[in-house]
């Protein structure tokens, strides 16, 4: 088999997980033209989990993305999680019972939590390493929990925090994957950061990967 044949293969199989993972947990994958369903004005947070600076097509990629967020009127913001000083959570709570909605850690997940509930939609971005997402992305999603109550509910049989805020941004989730990267990487991707936007009273609204053309992916930000 040519490594053509392979690439193919591996595409095929990250176009098939995307796919079913998205159908299985009723995520809508809407592409259609911008012109139809444009939607101006809305803030939108890029928060750049990758954490090599010799990887600049990545980070290329989303300034992009961003510039074409721009180009429709949005506003838009990057976090690049690289250059920032975000501890990881040391599980306390302080933030939900000593000093309710304020990390004990004055680091930049304080300007992260202040975007990320300030924003109509949030990109989370990473490169795939070893089946997952970056480190830093996943310590930057634990640092969120200020931004929710300590307090439970049911809903749907299931036990989820109360919100602290009258709003949330919706979620995306932009993936660069490894050669190796397979079906099973992104259903476990997908499951996870789908579960972690519910926590954070988001939705996971598409799962995209950097070979899409960034203005395609930022239609999809703007249908949403």
Known sequence: MGILDETAIAENYISVAIH?????????????????????????????????????AFDGYLETLAASL?????????????????????????????????????????????SYISSNFVVLASPVIMGYTSALLKNAMDRLIPLIHPYLRDEHGEVHHLPRYDAYPLMGLLLSPEPSTDREDVEIITDIYRRACINVMSELKFVEFSEKPAREVANAINNN
């Open 20 to 56: 079913s993972s998205l159908k299985k947990y009723g995520i809508r994958k809407d592409h259609a033209s911008a012109d139809t369903f444009r939607r101006r004005g809305m803030k939108i947070a890029i928060i750049n989990g990758n954490p090599r600076e010799s990887d600049q």
């Open 70 to 114: 721009g180009d429709m009127d949005h506003e838009v913001t990057v976090h690049g999680l690289r250059g920032m000083q975000i501890i990881p959570c040391r599980g306390c709570f302080d933030c939900w019972v000593k000093t309710p909605g304020i990390c004990r850690f004055k680091d930049d997940a304080v300007e992260l939590c202040k």
